[in-house]
């Protein structure tokens, strides 16, 4: 009898009210969970897909098929209450991580998209009246007499005029000046209430007007978009195939895609197969033939006819074929590397930037994203004025890769990203860029980072086409420097392996 009893006890509960010999009765109202769970993990490895090598990719589905498997037994144990408890917790964080993976991702794909394939250039056009003018918009003036350059903005007078009558309802009455010079007279002295010009010519008011900027004021700005389809010469395969991309640091703080003088350019030479990178620097104020018009004037002033002229202009001195380009506006250098928390950047001299805004030690800096770019700006307190200007512009780019290409970079990736996305134009496909990461990811590889800039000599000159009559410094082209940069081109190009002497 007592045996018996025991036996009871033993098959019912114990002392502390658990049940041990009995099963428990099945669960029921976990299959959302699992199904929950299951959705966010393919969800997860289809965003991946395009980043992943196919050897992660399917680690990754033995991982979670296996997570899974273990969820779904614990839940549905049917002998210990704590396994069910553990597999119901388990099962919710693994769908919250899942499914906040995929948003990370997401959000990542949504970034290249905006920041690739852009087939698109527009011109950002100003209606200017004088500071004390009476007229706080359009409307005040639709009556009045509209200045505008005949030489430079004949281009844009059409759609400009089409634009004020939309917000007006009145035709705008167009006055012609042959010079910015006579345009800035035209509301200076009254003949004009209003004059209009495209944006990237605003700096050739000041030659003959110091004070334009601060005796005008803008009253409208339209974005037109540029009729001129952006050129392309993509590679077969860039995880294979040599490539050059064209950089061109625009002197532009409003939409990335507006035409814009170049202020800073760049070559850069992507070997994936020898997996060497060469960043040709190019002056600014290279004195150069501007397809175009035919004559000679500096590399920066090609960006205002578009970013086909400046990679025109270059495919012509250097007998080279540009694949892709990448357009960077000021702000991008700035949001781009305080997303990455900094870069260190080697200087070979002390030196205090720009409006003494920074001490600039001799060695390495940590920079911050507006340290960087007044790094980059210096030139008249640096002993080789533009060229040492050209070096600290590679600098701050090799140390931008050298960020990118880390491990560490992932923490920030979305961050970096973001900053991109409003700042940074190129039209690389995201399929090519994906492709990129897939094998960075896959390979890991070392990249060697060799560096080359042009040189040349200063100049002055009163032929330079879009200040013709005014005395204009250039730089003339050391053509045997020009010669070198062809021939590594050409290195790179023949999976040949060059060797540098490096700059910090």
Known sequence: MASDSSQKRTSSTTASGKRTGKKLPP????????????????LLLFLAYNYLPIHFLAAGIVLLSLLVVLCSLLIFSRKSRFSRFFGRFLSLVLS?????????????????????????ETIAVSVVVMKDSKAQSLNDIKNGVFGYN??????????SCQAIKKETGVSPRIDPYSQYGYLADGIYYGDADAIIFNEAYRDFFKTSHKDFDSKTRVLKTFHLVSEEKLASSAVADVTKDCFIVYIS????????????????????AVNPTTHQVLLLGIPRDYYLTIPISGEK????????????????????????????????????????????????????????TLDGKYKIKEGTN????????????SRKMLAGGDNDRVSNQIRVIRAMLKELMSFGTIANYNSILSAAETSVQTNMT???????????????????????????????TFEASMTKGIRTYVMEPDMKSVQTGIDLLNKMLNNETISLEKLK
């Not at 669960?27 to 393919?42: P, T, W």
């Not at 906040?100 to 852009?118: E, M």
């Not at 205002?304 to 250098?333: D, H, K, Q």
Request: aromatic share 12%; proline share 1%; with cysteine.
């Open 430 to 460: 995201s399929k090519e860029v994906q492709k990129l990461i897939q094998m960075q990811l896959k390979d890991m590889p070392s990249w060697d980072i060799e560096n080359y800039q042009f040189s040349g000599s200063n100049l002055y």
């Open 150 to 159: 005949k030489s430079y903005d004949e281009e844009i007078i059409e759609n």
């Open 96 to 120: 919250a991580v899942l499914f906040a993976g995929s948003a990370f991702i997401n959000r990542g794909n949504l970034a290249i998209d905006n920041v690739t394939g852009t087939e698109k």
């Open 249 to 268: 640091g625009i002197d532009a703080r409003g939409e990335v895609t507006v035409k814009s003088r170049t202020d800073a350019n760049m070559l850069v």
């Open 366 to 377: 940590h920079m911050n994203g507006k340290m960087a770019l007044y790094f980059m700006r």
């Open 27 to 42: 669960a029921k109202g976990y299959r959302f969970i699992l199904f929950l769970q299951f959705c966010a993990s393919v």
């Open 297 to 352: 004037d500096k590399l920066t002033h090609s960006g205002m006819y578009g970013i086909n002229e400046s990679i025109a202009t270059l495919e012509n001195l250097l007998n080279i074929e540009i694949n892709y380009y990448a357009r960077v506006n000021f702000s991008a250098t700035v949001d781009i590397i305080d997303a990455m928390d900094g870069v260190d950047v080697y200087s070979p001299v002390a030196f205090t």
